[in-house]
């Protein structure tokens, strides 16, 4: 069942493309280019539901932190880089 102006919000998510960490602006990872396989080209986000190349809606468990980058990258919703 899809959620009454979702759509809007996966726009919306693409006009967000960096985040200011620290003062430094960093670019958003795309669903897709995580170091994890989401299965971003059989399937839609699990959380989210942007297919690859897109952003993830602010929120999604799936978006990765372009700070805590490397193996163990971390959730943007809970690093606390944004803080």
């Known amino acids: 069942m899809a959620i009454p102006g979702w ?3 996966i726009a919306e998510a693409q006009e967000e493309t960096t ?3 620290g003062g430094i602006e960093y670019a ?3 669903y897709g280019s995580e ?3 989401w299965g971003a080209d059989k399937q839609p986000c ?3 539901k942007v297919i690859k190349g897109q952003f993830h809606v602010p929120g999604c468990d799936a978006e990765r932190c372009p700070v805590c980058v490397g193996a163990h ?3 943007v919703i809970s690093c606390g880089c944004l803080e």
């Open 7 to 9: 759509d809007l919000k």
């Open 19 to 21: 985040y200011i960490i």
């Open 28 to 30: 958003r990872i795309p």
């Open 35 to 37: 170091a994890d396989d």
């Open 46 to 48: 699990h959380d989210c």
């Open 73 to 75: 990258q971390r959730q």
